[in-house]
Each structure stands twice: as structure tokens, then as C-alpha cells.
């Protein structure tokens, strides 16, 4: 039996924000099951400091993760491919050895408007709403791991 853990590819189109969230939280609830990684279509060059901050509320350090281009991905095996915006779904190539395909959009947090705090709060929540669909995306991959043992 392989003892390697199947890359599920999370990609937005920066790279800076939603993709960096739920890299994160997939990781902290699934890393154990799963390679889990982001990039983008168009990469920003740099993790949203508000990501950084709505994480680190929730005890997720992503201070080390970097944007990356979903280039550096295309000549590794991705199993599952997960867009969390509606261009990085359009932009989306099909990656060597890729089963499985998710199209789940949520707001762009790094548009919000208004003071810090009122930009804060659009990141926790869109944060929470990554936070909810991602944790019953592991919970069915570990379920479906049970199945087939």
C-alpha cells in the first residue's frame, strides 16, 4: 500500500486570500490524510495580512505559506482540484492524474470596504464559511477512507 497521501490543489485567482484559508484549514483538519496545497491563476505575490490575522483567531498559523503560481503544480500529480472563485474555475487547466474536480465560490474577502475592523469581520466570516465547507469535506473523505479498509 502507498503510504502517499493524495494532493488536493486548492486554487483562487490571486492566491492571496480564500485559497490561503482554506489551505490552511484543510490542512488543520485533514493533513494527516491529505497533501494540501494553493496557488493561483494570476498569484498576487503575497498572503492578505487580514487572512493571516482571521487565521491566527482561530489558531492557524499561515505566516510560512507564500503565492504561488498554479504552474508550479503542473507536472505533479494532483488528485483532487478545488476553485474557491469563479475565475480560477474558468482559468482551471486539468492536471496530470486529476479524479476530482470542486467548483466552491465564496466572497472575495480582499474586496471589502470600509475601517479595519468592518474589513476584519468580512474575513471571519467568509473564514467561517470556508471553515464549515471544508471541515465536511474532510469529515466525507475520512468516511470514505473508513469505507474502504
Not at 13 to 24: I, P, Y
Amino acid at each position: 500500500m502507498s503510504t502517499t497521501k493524495p494532493t488536493v490543489l486548492i486554487l483562487c485567482t490571486g492566491n492571496s486570500c480564500r485559497s490561503h484559508l482554506a489551505e490552511g484549514i484543510l490542512r488543520a483538519v485533514a493533513g494527516d490524510l491529505l497533501d494540501v496545497q494553493s496557488a493561483g491563476s494570476k498569484p498576487a505575490g503575497y498572503v492578505h495580512p487580514l487572512a493571516l490575522v482571521a487565521m491566527q483567531e482561530i489558531g492557524i498559523d499561515i505566516t510560512a505559506h507564500r503565492s504561488k503560481s498554479m504552474i508550479e503544480f503542473m507536472d505533479k500529480k494532483v488528485e483532487t482540484v478545488i476553485t474557491v472563485c469563479g475565475n480560477a474555475d474558468q482559468a482551471c487547466p486539468i492536471f496530470p492524474g486529476q479524479v476530482n474536480r470542486h467548483h466552491w465560490p465564496f466572497e472575495d474577502p480582499a474586496h471589502a470596504a470600509g475601517t479595519d475592523a468592518e474589513k476584519l469581520a468580512v474575513f471571519r466570516r467568509v473564514r467561517d464559511e470556508i471553515r464549515r465547507t471544508f471541515t465536511a469535506y474532510a469529515d466525507g473523505r475520512r468516511d470514505q477512507l473508513k469505507a474502504t479498509q
